[in-house]
């Protein structure tokens, strides 16, 4: 990382109690870049020990954090977001070598992840409570907020750095003290948001990581009946394991689990609306979100034009390296993701599907594949009820409007759904029979700090963002003064 202007920011330890610390058992793992293969370094493989210790220093930094006023914590969070700023381009990098997306797709996360912390500084301020009209004359009631307490988070490769700060904003701002586990594939991401709020000055122990493999740490953060919070952004199958992890002990859940997004285009749609849309919600990250379209519905009437209109765009998309210019897609996060990817296409041209784009060149290295469009999808395709996870558009047909409704709703999941049309009814009718926790209308691009995002569904649990976000890392104590 030596192309970094602040090299501080790569740390290759984690934090417990504001020390930056290696493994109690000295063990690590080491970290690549997805774009050659090659190590960037290693982090400590924690344990169960070292989880310990780090919940017990946010446990010990818990009291004092809680006691800070609102506008104290909101001027230390302020501070954080302005050297996030600062830092953008080291973190750009950063970010980019880990996982591998374009550094235009990075600055965009960076600042995306920033604006979280921005959000929940002015939240802060505006933790009221409420007073209750009493039952009878001689008492009063007040509902106070208070914070949970020592929350555990655990965060997923493919946004390293936005889904710590959606978390750990709201978590500090409510007054909670965290623990970080963020994915052994991406810590660094987070050791260098770490060293950034050091620098802002929030104390020793409310913020701290422990890396390395998840189960060890997972168990800890599970058991420990310190951690009263556990909020999780991945897959669902660790979701529902953390769920019954977590039950033994009663934790509050956030869940940001997977999704299976329709994207229904209608025959009144704008078309070059649609393919712009359509662009910017699979292809983003190289379809490796958990909001990425995964089924695009065609309506009859448009599904030629709009075939040829998306194909045209798809083929001119560039792959290579995030840190070249002009990339487009970078390569994907390891070999397992191109298997599946491979799998799901494989399927769907055994089941009739055709590729209608041109695949752009790709670079060497085992971790790329090319961005495509598929043809004549059917449901009974695996790419129809599994995230494909990558750059790969399947194209349904389908003929009424009650169709295109039961084929997206058709899934588990229900997280994001899109879709476009240009009449008034459709619209209302349409937004309001999908299943999903999201909806975009005329548009691929929801995230956003200011507006509530989860899902439904096997899609999770809780809300990030928006004002409602604040409340996952608040609980309500109803307190009856009698006697008056
Ligand atoms: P994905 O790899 O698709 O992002 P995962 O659900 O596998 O999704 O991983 C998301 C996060 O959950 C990562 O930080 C991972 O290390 C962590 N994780 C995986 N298994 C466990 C577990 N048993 N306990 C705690 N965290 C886990």
Same mark, same amino acid.
Not at 376 to 381: E, G, L, P
């Given at each position: 990382m030596n192309e970094l202007k602040d090299t501080s920011l790569f740390r290759e330890h984690g934090l417990i109690n504001g020390e930056w610390r290696g493994a109690a058992a000295g063990r690590t793992i080491e970290v690549f870049n997805p774009a050659t293969q090659e190590a960037l370094g290693t982090v400590p493989d924690m344990d169960g020990n070292d989880t310990r210790t780090a919940i017990e220093a946010a446990e010990n930094a818990f009291p004092s954090w809680r006691k800070k006023t609102h506008a104290e914590r909101a001027a230390l969070l302020e501070a954080w977001h302005d050297l996030m700023i600062d830092n953008l381009e080291d973190l750009a990098l950063i970010l980019t070598s880990e996982q591998g997306k374009p550094l235009a797709e990075a600055r965009g996360e960076i600042r995306y992840g920033a604006s979280f912390v921005k959000w929940f500084s002015e939240e802060a301020r505006r933790i009221g409570g409420t007073t209750i009209p009493s039952p009878t004359a001689d008492r009063r009631i007040v509902v106070l907020k208070e914070p949970v307490g020592v929350s555990a988070i655990i965060t997923p490769w493919n946004f390293p750095n936005a889904m710590i700060t959606r978390k750990v904003g709201p978590a500090l701002a409510a007054g909670c003290t965290v623990v970080i586990k963020p994915s052994d594939l991406t810590p660094y991401s987070a050791l260098a948001l770490a060293v950034l709020a050091e620098r802002a000055g929030i104390p020793k122990g409310v913020i701290n990581i422990v890396t390395g493999m998840p189960a060890k740490i997972g168990d800890e953060l599970l058991t420990n009946q310190t951690v009263r919070k556990i909020s999780f952004t991945g897959s669902t199958r660790v979701g529902s394991l953390l769920m019954r992890g977590a039950s033994d002990s009663i934790k509050r859940l956030s869940l940001e689990l997977g999704g299976n997004a329709p994207f229904i285009v209608f025959d009144d749609a704008d078309l070059d609306l649609a393919v712009e849309g359509a662009i910017a919600s699979k292809f983003r990250n190289g379809g490796q979100t958990c909001v990425c379209a995964n089924r695009i519905l065609v309506q009859s009437g448009v599904y030629d034009a709009f075939a040829e209109k998306l194909s045209a765009r798809v083929s001119t998309l560039k792959v290579g390296r995030g840190t070249d210019a002009g990339v487009d897609i970078g390569p994907m996060i390891n070999r397992a993701a191109i298997e599946k990817i491979n799998r799901h296409v494989e399927d769907a041209l055994a089941k009739g599907a055709r590729i209608i784009s041109t695949p752009p060149a790709l670079p060497d290295g085992d971790q790329y594949t090319a961005p495509i469009v598929l043809g !004549?999808? =059917? =449901? !009974?395709?695996q790419l129809a009820s599994e995230e494909t996870f990558g750059p790969v558009a399947p194209l349904f047909r389908f003929g009424k409007e009650e169709e295109a409704i039961r084929i997206a709703n058709a899934t588990p999941f229900g997280l994001a759904a899109y879709f476009y049309t240009e009449s008034l009814k459709r619209s209302w009718r349409v937004g309001e029979a999908l299943e999903f926790g999201m909806i975009g209308l005329n548009t691929g691009a929801i995230s956003t700090e200011v507006a509530p995002f989860g899902g439904v569904k096997q899609s999770g649990l809780g809300r990030e963002g928006a004002q409602c976000g604040i409340e996952e890392y608040l609980e309500m104590k109803s307190f009856h003064i009698g006697g008056l």
């Open positions: !004549d999808a =059917t =449901t !009974d395709m």
